[in-house]
């Protein structure tokens, strides 16, 4: 079955999410667990955590995708930044470890002008520190859109950032391709696309 649905926005509760995704008819969605702009943790109840996702099942919207919030920055030369950043995703992958298809899609951030490899290692570090705690199997890396600086950009800079992980997935951002010089229609798009779907890297597209 073809999964499509929209980014929700949030309201005061979380069900306004399911309330948007019912009203375009869609049978997926994402949506912003907490302020996009911000490291702050949104609180929620356990009560409420748990009535939203046996809401989701009910309706049958699944999988689910929370979009980690833009500050995030693994590969920041500020060291402080990269702990808060790992402390986010790390709370995000702990908030939806028990709950069924549901995953955290992220940014990877910026490498701050001393280049992809030093950004790598610091990325490597990061992810390991998490992993000690929690699983990374929801976890999905998005593409950049090739601002200066930025890490994930090119299809052998997601490989690279990948390949200790094989648990971890990909979201491709056809906007973002747009913004590095691809389109989704290229032939190199497309078999990279099919490979990392065999593989089951690929777990969901945004269409821009």
Not at 22 to 50: C, D, G, H, L, M
Not at 78 to 106: A, F, G, P, W
Not at 188 to 201: G, L
């Amino acid at each position: 079955m073809v999964r499509i649905g929209v980014h929700c926005p949030v309201d005061k509760s979380l069900s306004s999410v399911i309330d948007w995704t019912k009203q375009i008819q869609a049978n997926t969605t994402q949506y912003f667990f907490q302020n996009p702009r911000t490291t702050i943790p949104r609180k929620v109840s356990n009560t409420e955590w748990i009535a939203f996702n046996q809401q989701l099942q009910t309706e049958r919207i699944t999988p689910v995708f929370i979009h980690a919030p833009y500050v995030v920055n693994m590969c920041s030369t500020n060291e402080k930044i990269r702990e808060k950043s790992q402390q986010v995703i790390q709370h995000l992958l702990v908030q939806i470890d028990s709950s069924e298809n549901t995953y955290l899609v992220t940014h990877i951030g910026y490498h701050g002008g001393e280049g992809f490899e030093a950004g790598l290692n610091r990325f490597y570090k990061g992810i390991g520190i998490i992993q000690e705690s929690v699983s990374l199997q929801k976890l999905i890396i998005e593409n950049a859109a090739g601002q200066t600086n930025a890490m994930g950009v090119s299809f052998e800079e997601l490989d690279r950032l990948l390949e200790p992980f094989p648990e971890m997935g990909i979201c491709i951002d056809t906007a973002h391709l747009w913004g590095f010089g691809l389109s989704p229609g290229d032939r190199q798009v497309r078999k990279k696309m099919t490979q990392w779907q065999t593989d089951s890297r690929l777990k969901l597209i945004h269409l821009n």
